[in-house]
């Protein structure tokens, strides 16, 4: 049944329409420039800095954060923000200044790619299929988490709004390429950006003002009931939890080491800021890979410095609200619900269109990026890598478009799947923990292979190997099923670790590829050109 | 208890003995030390190649606000 609160007018529909027009039209017109494989995956290597700065912050802000990070605020505090502050902001500028320069000289397509020129193919070809894995499950993650917003808000059927978003992202990723994808990415952000500091700005005047949200915050009880946690909701909830200082989680970005919530302060300085974040933002490919298609090293660097402003705005506008929910909804029973229930409750008739708008944006702007990324990992890290390396420009185009088809049709088939599972977590903790997996071990032999001229290759497939297997083992262990069944007591005391499984594979890759590399086979290949120092020491590594 | 569990209880109880003040000039101190090391990036690597020398072509205002707002939160929040 739709929210009552939540009835679309004629206005709204408007609104939405005039959006997505308008979002059809950029990439149709885009797309009569691309030509060739190169226009498809790196828009013709034409692209500016500040379409990408904001492609770069579109396409990590998606439908599921909208939602996600304004509920899990709302659950857990203002501590979810530093998803957005610390951890983004510092990577993206250690990697403007270190990392995309770097790659930008190599003239790679794809993160994988670099990996096989520093270490070998079998570790290139393992990383291709884990981004690939990611993204094409996130895909359906993405496709669900809005048909169920939508469904739940305006009484759309689910499977219309599934279909609709997927047509509508892959015709103008399929006619457009990355070009299109960053260009529509710039009005999206700045669609998104409107929608939310509306909410924001009616949220806040709606409380009676910044103080006096934060003195309502102030008078949560500084010790919450004396309830234990009695259902498995509840573990994590700040509200339920024996003894939590829940004034102190609800406004601190620091929270203590026992805190119930997934965002302990070590999880947040190791496992966010120096693993996860800086593994998201310099070996992600559906980031990197936009960075690569700017019109200079120069311009490259420069988006990610853009991007990193642009991203100081966004905990404001979409953590900040789910505040403003714990004020105005107090008896909100549902997280996941806070922002739609705000929108229901702040945004006038006519209003409501904007904020329909701005969550598409944000859901178009990261599913045609993971799109496209995924579209180029299939072609240029399995095809040509492995079926066919000569094959022609205009080829590599027809291949970049079917592919792109074809994931479209897996991620509406996947989300049919998802739509048959219990929905028992977050949405957005699905999406980290998904993650948290591989992103350690990827980062790990990134950033040695990078910076140290003696990691060899089968150390870094062995790291690979052997972090992966850690963080899914640190993951099975944590599951009541198994470690019931081995008498064991949970290996993490936090809801959700998947910060310190991040963390624990990131260690246990390292050492692997330490050790090995010390001890293990040498190579006969000199790879010293994609080795930071000699790179820039000695020229580009073409 | 297993091995795996003593050394994460281990581990737990030396984190949870660290204030959450000196937790919070950790994560200052950190963002102070990039913003240190953006200042002292040598100019060729923050201008463009063929620039014009004016200010607003130098990407290190840019990080240096970026990274000053972050400092600022860290301090407030």
């Known amino acids: ?542 | 208890m297993t091995i795996l569990h003593r050394f994460g209880e281990t581990l737990r109880q030396a984190l949870g003995t660290i204030p959450l003040e000196f937790v919070r000039v950790l994560f200052v101190a950190s963002l102070v030390l990039l913003l240190i090391w953006i200042l002292r990036l040598p100019r060729e690597r923050v201008v463009p190649e063929n620039g014009t020398g004016r200010w607003d072509e130098n990407l290190k205002l840019g990080a240096s606000l970026a990274i000053g707002i972050q400092i600022l939160v860290y301090l407030i929040m």
């Open chain 1, 1 to 542: 049944m739709p929210d009552a609160e939540n009835t679309l007018s004629f206005a709204d529909y408007v609104v939405v329409a005039l959006y997505l027009t308008g979002t059809i039209l950029l990439g149709l017109w885009i797309g009569r420039r691309t030509k060739t494989g190169e226009d498809f995956f790196l828009g013709g290597r034409r692209l500016p800095w500040w379409a990408i700065g904001f492609s770069l912050v579109a396409t990590d802000i998606g439908g599921t954060d909208i939602i996600g990070v304004g509920g899990a605020a709302h659950r857990f505090g203002i501590a979810v923000a530093n998803f957005e502050w610390i951890g983004c902001v510092p990577a993206m500028i250690v990697g403007a200044f270190v990392f995309i320069p770097f790659f930008y000289r190599t003239g790679v397509y794809t993160v994988p790619e670099f990996l096989e020129r520093r270490y070998n193919a079998n570790v290139r070809t393992v990383m291709a299929v884990c981004w690939l894995l990611f993204m094409a499950c996130n895909l359906g993650l993405m496709l669900v988490a809005s048909a169920r917003m939508m469904s739940g808000l305006f009484g759309w059927h689910e499977w219309t709004c599934i279909i609709a978003t997927a047509v509508l992202v892959g015709f103008y990723t399929c006619v457009g390429g990355l070009a299109a994808v960053v260009y529509t990415d710039m009005i999206q952000c700045v669609v998104m950006i409107a929608g939310c500091l509306a909410i924001l700005f009616l949220g806040i005047v709606k409380v009676g003002g910044i103080s006096e949200l934060r003195s309502r915050l102030d008078a949560i009880p500084a010790t919450a009931e004396q309830t234990p946690a009695e259902t498995e909701d509840d573990v994590g909830n700040i509200s339920a939890v024996e003894g939590v200082d829940a004034r102190r989680e609800a406004t601190s970005l620091i929270l203590p080491v026992d805190t119930p919530s997934p965002f302990p302060w070590p999880g947040i300085f190791f496992g966010l800021a120096l693993i996860l974040s800086p593994a998201y933002w310099i070996g992600n490919q559906a980031i990197v890979q936009r960075s690569l298609g700017a019109r200079s090293e120069f311009e490259a660097k420069a988006s990610y410095v853009w991007g990193a402003l642009l991203k100081n705005l966004i905990p404001f506008i979409v953590a900040v609200p789910g505040l403003i929910a714990i004020v105005l909804l107090p008896d909100l029973d549902n997280s996941d619900m806070a922002i739609p229930r705000l929108v229901g409750m702040l945004f006038p008739t006519g209003l409501r269109g904007l904020f329909v708008a701005a969550f598409l944006a944000a859901l178009m702007s990261s599913i045609d990026s993971y799109l496209n990324s995924a579209a180029t990992i299939v072609t240029h890290d399995l095809y040509r890598r492995f079926v066919n390396p000569d094959v022609s420009p205009q080829k590599t185009l027809v291949i970049g478009r079917s592919v792109t088809s074809v994931l479209v049709l897996w991620a509406v088939a996947f989300a049919f799947l998802l739509t048959q599972m219990a929905e028992d977590s977050g949405l957005y903790t699905i999406f980290q923990t998904l993650m948290a997996f591989f992103q350690g071990p990827a980062f790990a032999i990134l950033l040695i292979g990078v910076f140290w001229r003696g990691a060899t290759g089968y150390a870094a497939f062995a790291g690979l190997l052997c972090g992966i297997a850690t963080s899914i083992t640190l993951y099975a262990l944590n599951q009541p099923a198994i470690y019931e069944a081995l008498g064991w007591q949970p290996l993490f005391r936090i809801a959700d670790p998947f910060l310190y499984f991040s963390v624990w594979a990131f260690v246990v890759t390292a050492i692997v590829l330490t050790v090995v590399s010390l001890f293990g086979p040498k190579e006969d290949i000199d790879r010293s050109r994609y080795v930071f120092r000699t790179a820039f020491g000695g020229g580009a590594a073409k």
